[in-house]
């Protein structure tokens, strides 16, 4: 059955430093990834997405890869700030259906 | 356009009773998907509506669940005898597809938290 694993403890980072996440996935050869910020109580939002063709992509501070090969994404906040802190989903999709992992929590300390 | 909306926000209901959920998604949106999140998981999906049709109902969803997308615009979500194990939150996204717009980006609401007692 597919899979999809995210770091299962939650990240504690100094600000200005570079937050790094991981989301692996098995049994899936989805057409692209996305990459939701959940804050408590509230719906997820879009941050970023990168399709299977490509290798890296990168949105103000935010930097996302993502290899087929390994089955695997990164997710990178540089320059962290306290602002970041949340919890990070990662999702694949292919065509209408997205799936989502458990995501990291990540707490940027000022 | 303000968004996903979904209502209420918060519900609290003795086992038993039935609930219902509404979604009011971007209006060009013609895709409407319901999820369903518990805490420490992430949103697990439901079922989901093209226009009005609900195109794919998740094997994970029971016969008590009903979504209903009437004229393709808003959605409810039914749960009929609740149980506590469906105390959640109900998140609510929408997208729009087509030949020209690209990848299926959710757009999801704030969610509606149940709670079973």
């Known amino acids: 059955s597919q899979k999809i694993e995210q770091n299962s403890e939650a990240l504690n980072i100094q600000e200005g430093k570079t937050a790094t996440l991981t989301c692996n996935y098995t049994?899936?050869?989805?057409?692209?990834l996305q990459w939701y910020r959940q804050d408590p109580g509230r719906g997820p939002v879009f941050l970023l997405l990168?399709?299977?063709?490509?290798k890296e992509k990168r949105k103000e501070r935010l930097k996302v890869t993502f290899d087929t090969t390994l089955k695997q994404s990164l997710f990178h906040i540089t320059a962290s700030q306290p602002a970041d802190s949340a919890t990070y989903l990662c999702?694949?999709?292919?065509?209408?259906?997205?799936?989502f992992g458990a995501g990291t929590t990540v707490t940027v300390r000022a | 356009d303000t968004g996903v909306s979904q209502d209420p926000r918060h519900k609290i209901t003795k086992r038993g009773q039935n609930v219902t959920f509404r979604c009011d998604p971007i209006?060009?949106?013609?895709?409407l998907y319901w999820y369903r999140q518990t805490l420490g998981q992430g949103p697990e999906f439901l079922t989901y509506?093209?226009?009005?049709?609900?195109?794919?109902k998740s094997r994970l969803l029971s016969d008590r669940f009903s979504a209903e997308r009437p004229k393709g615009s808003f959605s409810t979500l039914e749960i009929q005898r609740t149980e506590q194990g469906d105390s959640a939150m109900y998140l609510c996204?929408?997208?729009?597809?087509?030949?020209?717009?690209?990848?299926?980006?959710?757009?999801f609401g704030a969610g509606s938290r149940l709670t079973v007692l």
């Open positions: 209006s060009e949106h013609n895709r």
């Open positions: 996204a929408s997208s729009l597809s087509g030949p020209s717009s690209g990848a299926n980006v959710l757009t």
């Open positions: 049994n899936y050869s989805p057409a692209y």
């Open positions: 999702a694949l999709a292919n065509d209408y259906k997205l799936s």
């Open positions: 509506f093209q226009n009005e049709a609900q195109l794919e």
């Open positions: 990168i399709r299977e063709n490509e």
